[in-house]
Structure formats: C-alpha cells, structure tokens
C-alpha cells in the first residue's frame, strides 16, 4: 500500500492563533499527501504566562476554528491531518491533538503526561491513549510531545493496532528524536515527529525548541530528518501494511512474545 | 556512593565449560571491583544443535561448578558478579544468570524472552524479572540479552528499585546497543550490557556476535562501549544513587508521572 505522509515543521507567533492559521493555511496550500503531522500546540504557540493566556486560545475541539480551517483543508486537500491545540471544555482546558480527516470526522487526542509548568494550566488527557482510521482506514495513534519519554503510551498505541504514531511535538530536551526510533523498532510502528522550531520569551519565561522534526521505519531507521531551522513541510511515501508484521526474527513476534503476567 | 563496574567481554568456546572456566578463572584474577557483568551463557557457548547438547552443558545453579567457582572468585576479589549460563531444574533447563556476592550468596533470573532456536530447548523464565542485591546492598536488575527489545523488561526492573540493570548478552542483531540508551534514559537507571564476541559455527547453525559490550547512565549517554573484537575487562566508576533521582525535570518524575491506569 502506497501512503504519502508528510511532517510539518513550524513556527507559531505566540498568543495570535488568527495570524497562525493564516500562514498555515497559505503554507498547506496545494501540498497534497494523505496524512500530515504538524506540531503540538500548533495555533497557540507554547510558552503561557498563566492560565488566563492559555484560557484566551483555547477552543472547541470540533466547532472551534482551527477545526473548521482544517475540516476544510482535508476536504480541498484529500488529506488527513494531525496537530496540536488547546482545547476547553466546559471549565477544563486541555493540551490535545485533533485528526481531522477528509470526510470530516475529528478524533481527539488528550495529552496524558504534561511536561513542566504544563501542569500549571492543563488537565492531564482524559482521552486516554487512542488509535483513530486517517484516510484510507490506516490506523493512526496519537502522542504528543513528552508522551515519548512513557515507553508504555507507544506500546498501548501499537497493542492498539497503530501502524503510524502520529506525534507532534514541542521539544526542548536533547533526546526525544533518539527515543523514537526505539519506539519505532521496539513496536514496529512508523513515526511522524512533527515538532517546532524557534525561541519563545513571554515575560521571565523562554524555550528553544530543536526542530529536527522525522519519519522514522519500522526497524527504528531514520526515513527521513529535518534540521533545527527553517519552517518545511517533507512528505514521503511508506507502506503502512509493513507495520503489520510484528516478527523481529521468523520465531519473535515482538507483541506475541510479551509476557505481562510478567510485568509491573 | 563510589562504585567500581565493570564488563567483561568474552569468548566461550562452544560446549567445553570447563576450559572456559578455567580461562574465566584466569582472566578474572586480581581484578577488584564492586560489580562485573559477563556474557550471556558465558561458560557453554550459544549456537547449540539441539537439546541434547544443551542438556550437557546444563548445571544446577547453587551447587554446580560454575556457582562453586564464581562464589569462590566472588569472596577471593570480594567482587559481586553476573553472568549467564545453562540452568538445569529437574527436567527443565533455562537460559539462566547468577548474581554472585561476596558472602557466598547466589540469586538466579531466568530469562523471560527467548530468541529465535534457544525456543527450541529452553523453558521461558519463570522467575519474573527480580531486582537483587549486590555487594554493599546496591539494586541490580538482571535482564538477559533479547529482553532488551521489550521496554516493559527493563521498566518492571526500574519499578521495583534497580539502580543497576545487569545484562549479559549474546547478541547478533545490529540494534540492542542504541536500544539500551533510552532502556537507561526512561528509567534513569545505569545498564551494564556484557556481550560476547565471535563467530560460533555448529553444523549449520553459525552466528556471529556483536561485541560492543556497554555501560550507560542514567541519562542514556555511553559512559564506555568496546570495540566489535577482543576478550576485554573495563571497570570504571559510576555513583549508583544517581539511580534514586527520577526526575527528569524538577516538576517531572518519570516513574511518578506515569499513567498506568491508561496503559495497556
């Protein structure tokens, strides 16, 4: 199976969500592929002083309008696409991630480990950690950012039946990029690390985040990495149905052979 | 806390244990130091042909010679070591690796994933994955060389207290040792992968094994590797209560932090 998926490399003005979904939309404009994975909090920018900036760019996960610009890109673009936001729901506000695909569905994602002041302003995912049909029925799980440091929230996602992790990203540790080609062989998934780049200050507070966003295979292999500037998208093509075969040696199928009786 | 580890990087010859302890004793001599890693089934060699091959190399884990040896070796260097070998239990054999301490004391693992052939002649451990302790009370985990492709291998050990995760290993696959860098940096523990090196041909059967034996902190950064070739000892340093600081950032601890009820 042919499947053209892509990473988007980004960087968000910070606290002007509509200038951001403008770019986006220009920067998407015509690139066509079946599923592209932008960054964690995508529309936003990342780094709040406090809950009252957070509270001024959340939105509704489906009628908010980063759902709408997308709903309508997947439609104009046949294209499936993953990327992070802040979503409020009732008087919760969370660090999320939507999969909006071309028939207009929307299937959220929670984040489960919050990294930092993080925990200042959001609820830790409710969602749980959820495996969703992108385009053409490939199933997509979805992370974001930290969750790479939890070898369990990978897992869940393959046991799941993932054949692609989606994870965008917002990453100033050095070693998330190395970890996800673990999380790719040791699960025989393929990843698509989308994460941002630039210097963010907002008062005392600010991050640098290290790009490098990539794509990684199924035997934890670089398909494919980005450097540490520059906005871009890459797309490539891959073959979902490898992510199938879970055998590692003819007699070592790396799902089957787990002993969880065995386990903490 | 100073501790001296080190790894031991070996070549059995297949199916003669009691020269290979002979050598062992020799090599081992007048080397002190607070923990040393061997291979995997250090004393018999890996590439058997069939049961009954293994069923000669098998020895009972407290009173065979291997256990005589290295208790004797254990108390003589006043050293703690692990090392694999051929366990044999009334008709059961495992693929099996003895913690040795200074006071005569011997705990055992049985390997809890077996590899490819080793399926054919081993029972899988039951054990489970224990964490033990070494010369002056120290945590060692012990882990066998394919349990490094299960992250839930090296997390169990880190979440019942491992300081250290012992891991002797014959190893023909080309990834474990990057594997065994985020084994350390998602659990911040230190891992001590013994390997051994060689090309071992029985019949048809023949393999060749990796070298590259390892030690990495607990910030998944290589504090030593050797080379693909050459029996060797390393012993160094490292400060194993580095190993209780689970914090990766000053508001993230990684075990705490955990979801376990949103895993599978």
């Known amino acids: 199976m042919k499947y053209r998926v892509g990473i988007c490399q980004f960087q968000p003005q910070l606290m002007v969500p509509d200038l951001n979904r403008l770019r986006l939309n220009r920067f998407l ?12 909090l995508t529309v936003s920018g990342y780094v709040f002083q406090n809950r009252e900036e957070v509270e001024k760019v959340a939105e509704d996960a489906r009628q908010g309008p980063t759902a709408i610009l997308f709903r309508q890109l997947a439609k104009l673009n046949n294209t499936s696409y993953v990327l992070g936001f802040v979503e409020s729901q009732s008087d919760r506000i969370y660090n999320s991630a ?29 969602s749980g950690l959820q495996v969703f049909p992108a385009k053409d029925g490939v199933k997509i799980g979805l992370m974001i950012c930290f969750d790479w440091i939890f070898p369990e929230a990978a897992r869940t996602l393959a046991l799941k039946g993932a054949q692609i992790i989606a994870h965008p990203a917002n990453l100033v540790l050095p070693w998330c990029q190395k970890a996800m080609l673990i999380r790719s062989l040791e699960n025989r998934v393929f990843t ?73």
């Open 192 to 264: 698509l690390t989308a994460n941002r780049i630039g210097h963010e200050r907002n008062g005392d507070r600010e991050l640098s985040f290290t790009g490098m966003s990539q794509i990684t295979g199924i035997q934890g292999e670089i398909i494919k990495r980005l450097g540490n500037r520059g906005e871009k998208v890459f797309i490539t093509e891959i073959d979902p149905e490898e992510a199938l075969d879970k055998k590692v040696t003819p007699r070592n199928d790396i799902l089957q052979d787990r002993r969880p009786e065995l386990y903490l």
């Open 98 to 126: 939507m999969l909006v695909n071309p028939d207009g569905q929307i299937h959220i994602y929670r984040k489960t480990h919050l990294f930092l002041e993080e925990k200042n302003w959001f609820t830790p995912g409710d």
């Open 29 to 40: 404009s015509g690139l066509q592929a079946d599923l592209i994975v932008l960054p964690e």
